[in-house]
């Protein structure tokens, strides 16, 4: 058994180890969304690290996770309506810590992507701001902190904004001309190119900038504090803060993601 098949059997097994003063107290509610290669649906079969993830929390501590498949742009809505008990994957956000209660699970970091050309790149939100023809395109419900989101409300107000409802619109919107760039990490992007046909050829072209407002910053499980009584948020906290600490998630995302393809974008907690 290799190193990484014995550091999961590991975790699994001290996940398993708390499960007999755990376990949750009726089924989760976790609609998705598709993200690339980490949440994948054929038809309403799920598939990806968040799905695997989830499965393997539930077996090891005793829950079951109910996860069925929604459009991205209701998301946001479902959560803070009490519709989902769960919002994975999802990035820290003040606007979203009065629904839900933050358990980081790796760190991100968002940069601006285009596609091959001649063009310069803007090296700042700032830079970007001050090109009056440089449209941008991204995935609407998306948020990278605070000087994204200000960024993102800028733009919307001076019509330089194309909002899509996931990556392959942002993909097909760049292709078409329709925006210069677009802001997401390079994983989520080269991720959805990758299970594409249509898209793949692009993959070649993507180009991945940092910017100097977005530095990395924490994605993870937002925990609903509307829907979930308190002993539920509690095994559910404790089962994703171990499996996060152990290395877990990131092994995850390094099964599932091609080599090399993480640099920059995504590193363990």
Known sequence: MN????????????????????????????????????????GERSSGLYPALLRELGTA?????????????????????GQADVLIPASSSPSRDGDGEFVPLIQVRASLLTLASERPVPRSLAALAALPDYKLAVVRGFTFGAAYDKAIAALRAQRRLIEEPDAGGVA????????QASIMTANI??????????????????RVDALDELGWSESGVYLSRHTLAEADRSVLRLAFTRSARSGRVWQLFNESYPPGSLGGSIRPL
């Open 172 to 179: 097909r919107a760049l292709r078409e001309g329709l925006a």
């Open 61 to 81: 501590v005793g829950c079951e996770f109910q996860i069925h498949r929604v459009p991205r742009a209701r998301l946001q809505k479902m959560f803070e309506s």
């Open 3 to 42: 190193t990484a098949a014995r550091s999961g059997w590991w975790v699994m097994g001290m996940l398993v180890a708390a499960a007999a003063e755990a376990g949750c107290s009726r089924p989760i509610e976790v609609p998705m969304a598709p993200v690339g290669l980490s949440v994948r649906f054929d």
């Open 189 to 206: 992007f080269v991720g959805t190119l990758v299970l594409d046909a249509d898209l793949a050829p692009l993959v070649k072209q993507v």
